[in-house]
């Protein structure tokens, strides 16, 4: 009986493919519960080193593969189209990517080496490779091998370069929006009767010195107590004194919390969000009390710090807790 000649037993390439296969077939029967957050972390990073690695091993061999014209013997056209019928993909993708794996071993070999060493990963090399294809034709030689490795070298902090943005999702377009909002400038907002944009909210004294309970606005939309906490961070305040039927017992001047001079004194200190790992620029920071103000506070940059709105947020959140570094930099772990 005829059988199918192995070809590849004597290559090492395709020997480690196999047992590296072998070992993740292994890997997913594993449990992972045992695993804590920081090794979770840890494993998660070191996954995406490996994703690039094996993209990198990949574009190899399909260069190899066009080299050889490994599609030939069986009537295709071309690698790319062989490589989508033997993987089962769509032919442009895999016609881009042998047209990617021949200018990384041809040309942009520093692009390749760093993809190899998971310095980058698939998705920035695309971008840089054909970021440098669009270049002039004309540039000068040294100018070129300088635009590469610049693009393929990590950053001054060590860390790699983020050159694929993509768009932002739902819920990221729906926090800009609210942020917008929230930043909108006053007088520029509609009148409505003798008000000029006002969103009034009802809480109590011992939610903004707890945040145990709930606050509402004016229409009786409840909001929580991190969100109520998070934007008198931000607004106006306007103390009204309530008897125990509603009545207007009192009401103090809106203040604002921090000036603007004091909030530009924080954006040329901080230089971004101060929360550990967070880069977010100044000017979209938002200026938050370490301690908070109905607690004793003081509405002093010694006091205050920078937070995305996010980590603002987190900063409100009763589920959180803050802990304040030497280096003045924050991180936030869940209660327990």
Request: contains cysteine; glycine residues 6%.
């Amino acid at each position: 009986m005829a059988t199918i000649k192995d070809t590849t037993t004597g290559h090492p390439v395709p020997c480690s493919v196999r047992a590296l296969s072998a070992s993740v077939t292994a890997l997913a029967e594993r449990p992972l519960f045992a695993l804590d957050v920081a090794t979770t972390r840890d494993t998660i990073q070191a996954l995406a080193v490996l994703e690039s690695k094996v993209a990198s091993l990949k574009l190899a061999v399909l260069a190899h593969a066009d080299e050889v014209q490994v599609g030939s013997d069986t009537g295709c056209t071309s690698t790319g189209v062989w490589a989508a019928n033997a993987t089962r993909s769509r032919k442009n993708v895999c016609a881009a990517q042998v047209k990617l794996a021949t200018a990384l071993e041809s040309r942009w070999t520093k692009v390749r080496d760093a993809l190899a060493s998971g310095a980058m990963n698939a998705d920035q090399v695309r971008v840089v490779v054909n970021a440098l294809e669009d270049l002039p034709e004309d540039l000068d030689a040294a100018l070129l091998i300088q635009a590469e490795e610049i693009n393929c070298t990590p950053d001054e902090s060590g860390e790699k370069r983020d050159w694929v943005k993509g768009r932002p999702g739902p819920q990221k377009l729906g926090e800009a929006f609210c942020e917008l909002i929230e930043n909108y400038p006053r007088q520029n907002a509609p009148k409505l009767g003798r008000t000029d944009g006002t969103f009034i909210a009802t809480t109590t004294f011992d939610l903004l010195t707890t945040a145990l309970g709930t606050a509402t606005l004016d229409d009786g939309t409840p909001m929580t107590a991190a969100q109520a906490m998070r934007l008198a961070c931000e607004a106006r305040i306007i103390p009204v004194v309530l008897g125990g039927n509603g009545e207007v017992l009192h009401q103090g001047k809106a203040r604002r919390k921090y000036t603007a001079a004091q909030t530009y004194a924080m954006h040329a200190r901080d230089k971004s969000c101060t929360a550990k790992g967070c880069d977010w620029p100044p000017g979209l920071c938002h200026a938050h009390h370490d301690t908070m103000f109905a607690k004793g506070g003081k509405t002093d940059i010694e006091d205050g710090r920078l937070l995305c709105p996010h980590h603002h947020a987190r900063a409100h959140d009763p589920a959180y807790e803050m802990t304040i570094h030497p280096d003045d930099k924050v991180t936030f772990h869940r209660r327990t």
